[in-house]
T-cell receptor, first 115, second 114 residues
Framework: DSGVTQTPKHLITATGQRVTLRCSPR?????VYWYQQSLDQGLQFLIQ???????AKGNILERFSAQQFPDLHSELNLSSLELGDSALYFC??????????????FGPGTRLTVL | AQSVAQPEDQVNVAEGNPLTVKCTYS??????LFWYVQYPNRGLQFLLK??????LVKGSYGFEAEFNKSQTSFHLKKPSALVSDSALYFC????????????FGKGTTLSVSS
């Protein structure tokens, strides 16, 4: 158990809908990273937050957004869902903001299925 | 651009034999290299990382990896494979110069037969 929690474990929804994925980092960690894992794209970095502020952006679609709250949990919002958004979404957390090569500890993931 | 290549989609070994899972990378600056393992329906578990120093890095569950700067490789090894090592293995890299996120390879499925 990495100490990173994600809810829900599974999410099934329809095209055009909006969903919110939640991540709680390890105790003491200030950074949260979001990744998408799909069969065709592999594991891709979406976005990073550090202590409430956006720190880095990857291949995140404009339909997707994220935020980190004062208690350091993070939410990833996916809107206008398409079939291709079906994937496993992971969050990971680290102590620092990324200047040091801290190990990223991953949560168990949320499996999103868009029908 | 940063990238990671895992040239083998699948590696098959017999229990008790040594195993190697290959990884090569391309980054600007010095690399930080990581190996993670993913079991079915589970998240990624950290195995080991190379930051600097000794080229041979020891990690969890008896795994080790050798950093080779001239060959830009970071192969994962274990002297004696276990059936329970069967899983999906990911190599990842980030640069010390650009970005904070990990760039992952496509993964290698390790299958250990009894």
């Amino acid at each position: 158990d990495s100490g990173v929690t994600q809810t829900p474990k599974h999410l099934i929804t329809a095209t055009g809908q909006r969903v919110t994925l939640r991540c709680s980092p390890r105790s003491g960690d200030l950074s949260v990273y979001w990744y998408q894992q799909s069969l065709d794209q592999g594991l891709q970095f979406l976005i990073q937050y550090y202590n409430g502020e956006e720190r880095a952006k990857g291949n995140i679609l404009e339909r997707f957004s994220a935020q980190q709250f004062p208690d350091l949990h993070s939410e990833l919002n996916l809107s206008s869902l398409e079939l291709g958004d079906s994937a496993l979404y992971f969050c990971a957390s680290t102590t620092g903001g990324g200047a040091r090569p801290d190990t990223q500890y991953f949560g168990p993931g949320t499996r999103l299925t868009v029908l | 651009a940063q990238s990671v290549a895992q040239p083998e989609d699948q590696v098959n070994v017999a229990e008790g034999n040594p195993l190697t899972v290959k990884c090569t990378y391309s980054v600007s600056g010095n690399p930080y290299l990581f190996w993670y393992v993913q079991y079915p329906n589970r998240g990624l578990q950290f195995l080991l990382k190379y930051i600097t120093g000794d080229n041979l890095v020891k990690g969890s569950y008896g795994f080790e990896a050798e950093f080779n700067k001239s060959q830009t490789s970071f192969h994962l090894k274990k002297p004696s494979a276990l059936v329970s090592d069967s899983a999906l293995y990911f190599c990842a890299v980030r640069s010390n110069q650009a970005g904070t996120a990990l760039i992952f390879g496509k993964g290698t499925t390790l299958s250990v037969s009894s």
